[in-house]
Each structure stands twice: as structure tokens, then as C-alpha cells.
């Protein structure tokens, strides 16, 4: 943990406007009283938001994730955080601009299933 914390606070510092955007809406219990954490450390990776208690991580993708490349390294991605035993759902940055209200009521309806 002690290796990620230049990073996690690298990240939160220069996080994206959908990020931002998304946090604003999740931060301090605001969806159902879950409480979330933003850049958190999970096995190698460091995800968008995670609530423990929920097991449920979010990542807000990027244009830049739309590629091949990235897809298949998202894939692995998302099978090594779900052998960690969480939950993973992605969101576009346009789903966070676009419908945000849809995009937490996904999320929540995700935390109802585990």
C-alpha cells in the first residue's frame, strides 16, 4: 500500500471532470449511505471509486478506453479485481455528463445485487 500512495494522490489531484463529476454524487454517503472511496488501492491496480462494504468498484472510462488494446487490458483488469472478490462496473465519461442520475441508479441497483 505504502508504494501507491504518491500515485493515489497523483490521481486525485488531477482527476478527470466526469471523475469529478461522479464523486461529487458519491462522496460523503450521498447514493443509499454508502460510503466510497475515490483512487483507492486494490491488488495491483488503483480503481475510480470503490465502496468496501459494497465490494463494488466503478471506473469511469475515457475515449482513450475504446481501443482494442485497452479493451483487453481492461478485461484482465477486470478479472483480477473481481478475483479479489469485488464487483466491477464500468461507466463512460459521457454517461457521467450525459445521465448521471442513470449511471447512480445503476450503481446502486448494483450494491442491491450483491
Given at each position: ?9 497523483s490521481?486525485r ?5 466526469a471523475?469529478?463529476k461522479?464523486w ?40 482513450t ?17 473481481e ?23 445503476m ?8
Amino acid at each position: 500500500m505504502e508504494r501507491f500512495k504518491a500515485r493515489v494522490r497523483s490521481l486525485r489531484a488531477s482527476q478527470t471532470s466526469a471523475e469529478a463529476k461522479l464523486w461529487q454524487a458519491l462522496r460523503n454517503r450521498r447514493l443509499a449511505r454508502w460510503k466510497f472511496r475515490r483512487q483507492h488501492p486494490i491488488d495491483r491496480y488503483i480503481v475510480d471509486f470503490v465502496t468496501l462494504d459494497g465490494k463494488l468498484i466503478v471506473e469511469v472510462d475515457g475515449v482513450t478506453h475504446s481501443t482494442p488494446a485497452e479493451t483487453g487490458r481492461d478485461q484482465i483488469r477486470t478479472e483480477i479485481l473481481e478475483s479479489c472478490g469485488f464487483f466491477v462496473v464500468r461507466v463512460t465519461n459521457a454517461d457521467v455528463y450525459e445521465n448521471l442520475e442513470g449511471v447512480l441508479e445503476m450503481i446502486e441497483t448494483s450494491l442491491r445485487l450483491e
